[in-house]
């Protein structure tokens, strides 16, 4: 049903369902909360720009092989004492989308980086809690009234507060001949279309649009890590299959995204912490963009629709047992990859996640390279550790846990 409404009927289901908080703060603009015309010149525009800086100058993978060895060096220096990676974790998925937002990385003792993490991660939890569920419902009144939702827009505030700064920068300093990153890219684009009363291309858009960047491309695929990171302490046969292939394929050598063409088992882990963590399991809300005759019944135009991913990535009939961790399921009888097409983490149809690539070949490079250098341990017995999510309304959050990364050569 969910591929039913999101590919066989695209156009009637592209539509974005009401996101109050995010509303509240860019009032529509950007990429993920707008519709019509406004949002696919911004989506068309932010896919050709990550897509040129994955062939520019230092190509995307360039950046996250370095940023990889700024985390090997942060893990080394817990000299293998228990600690929880959340926040290196953060702050190295994070820097990724920086560099290409920003052109800059920071380093993890940034004050402005910081607090920059804290509000993303602040504004998730309130989007998760029960305050958060209460706005969703009763936002038109609660906007005006003092109380604890109030701190969860500020998070929001302060984090476009922060970009609006950086673009200020930006303007000053560019040159229109030597674009250095998605901001500037933008900003030429705004010159271009000066006189174009009708340009989507405006400093609101720019701002709504660079905070999508980071929001998807931080939170997402560092949950993503830290969930998989808990699942390998809890199978550490999984762990050492993974390193088993490492050290066949890489060797001691940077890994590049390309060996995981020749990762099979890797590949199937990923896939399998991207099905069970299913951090997202509602999906972002869609909008029906006319009247929609679906599965006997009819929906009217301007309807939510929540596409359920979770009822899809735990589906019994395409993943048996879908509680039980399994990169099998990803395997063929010859132990080569095969896609399976209920794997659904970035959604689907027109509004799938357009920074796919980019969240894949992280996870893959990250991945490889702290297994390479690092074997994760922890104290817990691995029948105590417990893979059930922190909370289950908005996200899906692996349970708090603290491990250790015990050098390997």
Known sequence: MVKKALIDNKDAFRGRGRMPLSEHVLKGYGITGSNGERWKQMRRF?????RNFGMGKRSIEERIQEEAQF????????EGKLFDPTFLLGCAVSNIICSVVFGKRFSYKDERFLSLLKNITGTLRFMNSIWGMIFFYFHGLLRHIPGPHQKGIQHLTDIKAFIQERVNKSMSTL???STRHFIDCF??????DQQNPASEFHNKNLVGSTMNLFFAGTETTSTTLRYGFLTLLKYPQIQAKIQDEIDHVIGD???????????PYTEAVIYEIQRFSDIIPTGLPHCTTEDVSFGGYTIPKGTDVFPLLTTVLKDPEQFPEPELFSPDRFLDDKGAVKRHAALLPFSAGRRICPGEGLARMELFLFLTTLLQKFTLTTVVPTDDIDLRPEFSST???????????????
């Open 46 to 50: 932010a896919l050709t720009t990550l």
């Open 71 to 78: 985390l090997v060096e942060e893990f080394s220096k817990t």
């Open 175 to 177: 040159n229109p001949d």
């Open 187 to 192: 900003l030429v684009k705004m010159q271009q």
């Open 253 to 263: 050598r940077c890994p590049s995204a390309e060996d995981s063409t020749k990762m």
């Open 395 to 409: 996200g899906h959050l692996p349970r708090y846990y603290k491990m250790s990364a015990v050098p390997r050569h």
